[in-house]
């Protein structure tokens, strides 16, 4: 237990060493940054990309725990592999982008959980549903072509159905389960 909290101590004490001292607004780069989404239909393996994502990160390196998160996802510019596939997800029966064009998480609570481990508590909307979640996150300070910048990653298990993702023939799970894998790998800079 000593160790895990003087590692836990020394990570906050990293993390306050690479980041400003006051609480600094950090905004998404869209270039180095992605966000997939994996899913199956039947038993083969898909995989797609929100290749329109805009994020700003409000983090206090000195209160770990206050923080404020703010993502847009633009579903419209869902990215895979067939034109189908794509037919399909921005149709009324899954995504239904003409009606909610955006899914979006926030969050104003975060919880150190290891070294460089934190969880945001927070609310995720897709669609109209709209389902407190908590968001679990690795976050890692490096340089951005010689800036500083943090890296964040994850990855979560959302259960489509809760959000209305598939109505009508996409509601059955006997082909395309309920589970859908999301798996975040951003970069941001201090604005």
Known sequence: MRTFLNRALSGIA??????????????????????IFQYSYGTDPYEGRFSNVAAKFDIDP?????CSFDVTIHIENIDVDSPEVLDYL?????????TWPTASFKAE???????????????????????PMTFPFELDI?????????????E??????????????????????NEVVVKVDVYALQQ
């Not at 000195?62 to 206050?66: A, L, T, V």
């Open 142 to 154: 490096e340089t951005c072509d010689g800036q500083v910048c943090f890296h964040l990653s994850s």
């Open 156 to 177: 979560v298990t959302i259960n489509r159905l809760d959000f209305g993702v598939g109505q009508g023939y996409w509601a059955n799970t006997a082909e395309v389960p």
């Open 90 to 98: 921005l149709d009324y029966e899954l995504f239904d982008v003409d």
């Open 109 to 131: 609570k975060c919880r150190l959980t290891g070294v460089t481990s934190f969880d945001s508590d927070g609310t995720l909307t897709i669609r109209d549903q709209t389902k």
């Open 62 to 66: 000195m209160r770990p725990g206050s």
């Open 14 to 35: 990293l993390l306050i060493i690479g980041l400003p001292a006051n609480a600094a607004m950090w905004v998404l780069d869209p270039g180095l940054s992605q966000v």
